[in-house]
Structures are given as structure tokens and as C-alpha cells.
């Protein structure tokens, strides 16, 4: 996974970047930008994403970090939107996009990846626009 992330940021210059933490430069764990498979009924899109060693979660490190990200991503590669999804289920994950300030759906959506019937399947879509972001930073 960390190979096709540095091929993917080599190729368009952003990407899932590695999270260090400033306490010693430890590899905790990724958080950034990704276009997801065209298969989703919400693409074309660029996603945020995030992935801490569990021991790493609990202290607002994927919000500092992704806080970061949203600010390059609106920022420097002017984009007009950025969405987040995951299962239903992930509150941990589902926290994160509220404490940014995304807004979520109303409807969810099945993910195409995930067999149907599977307990993951059903996802929850949250975005966030540049105007919303701009407004509230
Ligand atoms: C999703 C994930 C990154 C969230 O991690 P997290 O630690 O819950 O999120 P944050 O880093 O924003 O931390 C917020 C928590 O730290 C707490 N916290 C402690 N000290 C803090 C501080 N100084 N500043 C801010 N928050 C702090 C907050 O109260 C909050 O806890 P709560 O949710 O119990 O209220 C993590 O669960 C994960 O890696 N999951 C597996 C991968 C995954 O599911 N990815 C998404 C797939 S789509």
C-alpha cells in the first residue's frame, strides 16, 4: 500500500501523505488525498482519507492532520470539493468529517467493493465545499 501511495503522489504531486508524530518522528499512520474508483455513484470526486495505529487514536491526531490536508487540498490545488465516506458503522471515522465541518448526505449508498449483504456495504457520504471551508476558517 505505502509503494502504490508514493507512486500515486509521484504521479500527481498529492496524495495519502505518511503522519509522523512531532514526538520523536514516529510513523503513525496516513491521512490525505485520493480520486476513489469511478464505480461510486458520487464520482468524479477527490476523497480524504485516514488510517492511525490504534495506539494513536484518541488524542485529535487524524483531525490535526486532516485539518492540514483540507487546507492543501482547497488552498493550493483549488478544489471545488472534497468528500469523505465510510461505513455506516465507522463513528470514529464519521467524527472526524464533523469535526471538520463536512455535511453530511442524506441518502447512504451500497459500496460497490463490498458484497452485498455484507455489514460494511452500507456507506455514509460526507463533503465539504471550498466556499463552506473558506466561510468557517
Ligand atoms: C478514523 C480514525 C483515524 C479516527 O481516529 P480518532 O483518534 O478517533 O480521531 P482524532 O484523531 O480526530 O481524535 C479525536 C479523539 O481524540 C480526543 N482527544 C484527546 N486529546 C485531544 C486533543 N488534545 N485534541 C483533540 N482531540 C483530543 C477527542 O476527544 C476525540 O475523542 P472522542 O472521539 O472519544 O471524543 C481511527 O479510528 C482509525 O484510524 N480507524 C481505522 C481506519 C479507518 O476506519 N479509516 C476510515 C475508513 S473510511
Redesign the pocket.
Known amino acids: 500500500m505505502a509503494a502504490r501511495c508514493h507512486a500515486l503522489i509521484a504521479e500527481r504531486g498529492w496524495g495519502f501523505w505518511a503522519v509522523e508524530s512531532k514526538v520523536g518522528g514516529t510513523f503513525i499512520?496516513f491521512v490525505g488525498l485520493h480520486i476513489p474508483r469511478a464505480e461510486l455513484p458520487f464520482f468524479p470526486c477527490v476523497e480524504i482519507?485516514?488510517?492511525?495505529a490504534l495506539t494513536?487514536?484518541?488524542?485529535?491526531?487524524?483531525?490535526?492532520a486532516a485539518k492540514g490536508v483540507l487546507r492543501v487540498g482547497f488552498q493550493t490545488l483549488r478544489l471545488e470539493e472534497i468528500v469523505s465516506?465510510?461505513a455506516v458503522g465507522?463513528t470514529?471515522?464519521r467524527?472526524?468529517m464533523l469535526?471538520l465541518g463536512m455535511v453530511e448526505d442524506k441518502a447512504t449508498f451500497e459500496h460497490p467493493d463490498i458484497p452485498s449483504g455484507h455489514p460494511l456495504r452500507e456507506h455514509a457520504l460526507y463533503r465539504l465545499s471550498r466556499r463552506k471551508w473558506t466561510e468557517k476558517t
Open positions: 499512520g482519507g485516514w488510517r492511525l494513536h487514536w484518541g488524542k485529535g491526531l487524524a483531525t490535526e465516506f465510510t465507522n470514529r471515522s467524527k472526524v469535526r
